[in-house]
């Protein structure tokens, strides 16, 4: 199925150029709409010749914060500078080009790249995915999508960082799971921080009968084993240096020695690491060999701890109470519940929040929703706390910066008002009506505030 785009143009300069543009997409194949039908098309293309605050602006809306993929065509390379071109990006477009005299060509590159992401978001949003890796935050699918690129149209090495808990594992075994190579093997999974180090040899190489004490047979290491399919090493910062400088020679020659042997074995893996470590300044220290890391850096993908996607929290919660539930059908939870859940800190992030469910659940009984009687006594707040407001320290410290950057009163309230709509009709995909019912105002009012702004 081909890739549908909304067309918007800003600019008489850049109305012609759309009206080439739009012609060309349909020769090709490539159907177009209106860009308030966000829910048909893939991605919108923005057509324009100056870059200001009210395009930003456009950009921040039609993007709904990253989550729906603009991408901006500039009418010459004046208009789209080094400056522009990050404006852009940061306002939350996919990417930023500059016209050429061919809308053919134009329009063969964004076939390219429209067909591309289609495929990307398709299998973002099958089963596979869904049912596994939960959230919709846009940090998340920003996260997700990079994955899915990186495993479905390359065989690079990638290295997986974040905080403990946010799911490398998973991730690793989705890039496996969705990896085009045909007839690969299986996945092999080694936990580096479980490594003896006396054993570290045979570990990953194996090792031949008599080799050492104990070794009353020959045996397959993980680079025997990971052979035509992935090897995915978790916290692999954990490993000591001499262990690193011969993970390095396999890497780069792709043949290795058991620990006792002398023929060598050649291994063809696609290679994933895993750590929580900030690599960089483990090399800085001199802990982690330099040319190791760049060997197994070439795609880097973090994933954001839990509090930089709050309004994943209750997805989750929702997921692992299915999870847990006898008929698959997760209870309903109480307002007090939630309220807990969203202020709670989560240091292990998603597995410590799968642990909480997991008590909470054991503690339910009866049907009914889950009401605070579920919270474990360790988990409820002491009578002489206050639960962490929503304005807590990261909005405190948001408010000291621009005052002392000169920001006045009227500005800060005007930009606190303007992020929450922008969040709001974000979140509710574009619907006013239920974003004005989040925010507390009428529909006529929020479409009042927003004409204002254009």
């Not at 400056?83 to 060509?105: K, R, Y």
């Not at 596994?132 to 990186?150: A, D, F, H, P, T």
């Not at 239920?434 to 009428?442: I, M, P, S, Y």
Request: charged share 25%.
């Amino acid at each position: 199925m081909k890739a549908t785009a909304w067309v918007h143009t800003v600019g008489s300069i850049a109305g012609s150029l759309s009206e080439q543009l739009v012609d060309s997409l349909h020769r090709s194949g490539i159907a177009t709409c209106e860009r308030d039908a966000l829910s048909e098309a893939d991605t919108g293309i923005l057509v324009f010749d100056t870059v200001d605050p009210p395009l930003l602006e456009f950009v921040r809306e039609s993007s709904r914060q990253g989550q729906q993929r603009v991408l901006g065509i500039a009418t010459s390379r004046a208009v789209l500078s080094a400056d522009t071109t990050w404006s852009l990006l940061h306002a939350g477009a996919a990417d930023a080009w500059v016209w050429c005299d061919s809308p053919e060509l134009v329009t063969e590159r964004l076939s390219a790249r429209l067909d591309r992401w289609k495929v990307v978001d398709q299998l973002i949003d099958s089963p596979m995915v869904r049912n596994n890796l939960i959230g919709q935050s846009s940090v998340w699918k920003s996260s997700l999508r990079q994955v899915v690129e990186v495993a479905r149209f390359s065989d690079a090495t990638a290295l997986l960082t974040g905080e403990s808990g946010t799911g490398k594992e998973l991730v690793a075994r989705l890039i496996h799971t969705i990896d085009p190579r045909p007839n690969k093997r299986d996945l092999v999974i080694l936990d580096c921080t479980t490594v003896v180090p006396e054993l570290s040899g045979s570990e990953f190489f194996g090792h031949e009968r008599g080799a050492f004490t104990g070794a009353t047979s020959p045996r397959d290491g993980a680079f025997a084993m990971a052979d035509g399919g992935t090897l995915f090493l978790d916290e692999v910062g954990e490993l000591p240096l001499p262990m690193q400088a011969q993970l390095l020679r396999v890497v780069q020659e792709r043949k290795y020695k058991r620990v006792g042997g002398n023929e060598w074995h050649k291994t063809d893996f696609r290679l994933v690491c895993a750590t929580n470590r900030d690599l960089v300044g483990e090399v800085a220290a001199g802990r982690f060999r330099n040319d190791l890391y760049f060997r197994i850096a070439t795609c880097i993908l973090g994933l954001p701890p839990l509090r930089d996607r709050p309004e994943d929290i209750l997805p989750l919660a929702r997921h692992f109470l299915a999870e847990l539930a006898r008929d698959g059908t997760p209870p309903e939870i109480e307002e007090p519940v939630k309220h807990l859940l969203l202020r709670r800190g989560y240091s292990g992030n998603v597995r410590e929040m799968r642990q909480l469910i997991s008590r909470i659940a054991t503690r339910h009984v009866g049907g009914g929703p889950i009401t605070v009687g579920d919270i474990p006594e360790a988990e409820r707040p002491k009578p002489d706390e206050v639960l962490a407001a929503w304005t807590d320290q990261a909005f405190e410290t948001a408010i000291r910066r621009a005052l002392c950057l000169g920001v006045v009163l009227k500005d800060i309230g005007q930009n606190a008002a303007e992020t929450a709509i922008r969040i709001a009709v974000s979140e509710e995909n574009g619907n006013l009506q239920r974003a004005a019912k989040r925010l507390g105002v009428t529909d006529r009012a929020l479409q009042i505030r927003r004409a204002n702004r254009r």
